[in-house]
């Protein structure tokens, strides 16, 4: 029945327990505790619960907290954690052989937080204390988390400090909700804080851990800094996943280093990543914002000749420059490039072809582009848009504003 749970065939679990049962073997907890894992795992709850609390005492068996443990977790999986509360109270109520432990309260409490119920959550926290159950690092990250996630940093480290007071002692998922909680709402400086608190504990962190940090400091024009965290990971024999190489590489292109960025992107193809439509077009993008569209379609071509095909981002992003720099004509040859290799361009294509030709003083092709976006399906640009577009246009047209619009 356990292997059956395992390749995700509960229903030949279930026939099994029916065939077993028919045999007149005896069950005992054991078997009985892997079939409620198989009624659990084929969405079978009520059932599940019925035979916690009726079916194994008629079987001879005494249902323990591993019992309730794996039904708890099916109905917290299952966004009803209310019901696993009420589950949870009447076993605590009723004073049985069976006392709950702390993975119960745990569970339960994990579900309140996933279905945004916090202030239950909490108040089961407290209740566990109240009832003698000592909260473990599974709890306290839990709550962490949670608050990590509202961006209630304060309360968040009022339950970590609870937490080492207490004796139990944070691991790499702790300091890892921490620090991104600190990055996600800006506070760097803590962040890092918690980043070298975490190295002094004799944590290591891992790449989850780095990537959090190192996205926040590349948010803030600070890929240096990312940098030294990137490389400090690899000096310690942690090699970087490619979430860290994106991360670091939308870094320097966001701030122009285009050295530095040429640089990461060849030690990670040498260090056995292969560059994706993503990465490809992080650089596109660089060279594309700073007019440098020599370079954003020598990587374009390259990016084709290794069969990484792009992606209406990737278009999206060499359209806009062109347009901006007035090469139309090469403008339209991606965009139809882009219509013959399957790929559909969207609104923002061809919102930046629209004004392109206003900028040139090609009104009748502009209003083509309306009509075809309108033909396919795609919004009409709103009235906002094409008064900018046609502003343009005049201006362009006649050396001066206008305030006649469409």
Aim: proline share 3%.
């Amino acid at each position: 029945m356990d292997c059956c749970c395992r390749a995700r065939r509960p229903d030949l679990g279930l026939a099994l327990f029916g065939r077993f049962l028919r045999t007149g073997l005896k069950t005992n907890e054991i078997i009985a505790n892997t079939f409620l894992k198989c009624l659990c795992y084929a969405k079978r709850t009520n059932e599940a619960i019925n035979l916690l609390l009726h079916r194994m005492p008629e079987l001879g068996c005494v249902p323990d907290a591993f019992s309730y443990n794996i039904v708890l977790k099916s109905l917290c999986e299952n966004s009803m954690s209310q019901r696993a509360l009420d589950l949870l109270q009447m076993v605590a109520e009723g004073g049985g052989a069976c006392s709950l432990n702390v993975v119960a309260y745990s569970t339960v409490i994990h579900g309140f937080f996933k279905e945004g119920e916090t202030g239950k959550a909490c108040n089961l926290f407290h209740e566990m204390i109240h009832q003698g159950v000592v909260p473990n690092v599974v709890t306290y990250s839990s709550i962490i988390d949670a608050l990590c996630k509202a961006r209630e940093m304060d309360k968040a480290e009022l339950v970590l400090q609870q937490m080492v007071d207490s004796g139990a002692q944070p691991n790499n998922v702790t300091y890892n909700c921490m620090i991104h909680g600190y990055s996600t709402s800006g506070q760097l400086k803590e962040a890092a804080k918690m980043f070298r608190k975490m190295t002094s504990h004799g944590l290591v962190p891992n790449a989850v851990t780095c990537s959090s940090l190192m996205t926040s400091l590349c948010k803030h024009g600070r890929s240096k800094e990312a940098a030294e965290i990137f490389y400090s990971m690899t000096a310690k024999g942690h090699k970087p996943d490619a979430v860290s190489y994106r991360i670091l590489l939308h870094g320097y292109a966001t701030e122009g280093c285009f050295a530095d960025m040429i640089d990461l992107f060849n030690s990670m193809e040498s260090n056995g990543f292969v560059a994706d439509c993503h990465v490809f077009t992080i650089l596109i993008d660089a060279y594309a914002k700073r007019g440098m569209m020599d370079e954003a379609m020598l990587i374009f071509t390259e990016m084709q000749e290794k069969g990484v095909s792009p992606n209406v981002v990737t278009y999206s992003t060499v359209i806009a420059a062109l347009c901006r720099l007035g090469r139309l004509a090469d403008a339209m040859d991606k965009f139809n490039e882009m219509i013959d290799m399957g790929v559909q361009p969207g609104t923002t294509v061809y919102h930046s072809l629209i004004q392109g030709f206003c900028m040139h003083v090609d009104l009748v092709k502009a209003k083509e582009l309306v009509s075809d976006m309108i033909s396919k399906g795609i919004p009409r640009p709103n009235i906002v848009f094409l008064q900018f577009s046609y502003k343009l246009f005049v201006q362009r047209r006649t050396g001066y504003g206008c305030t006649r619009y469409l």
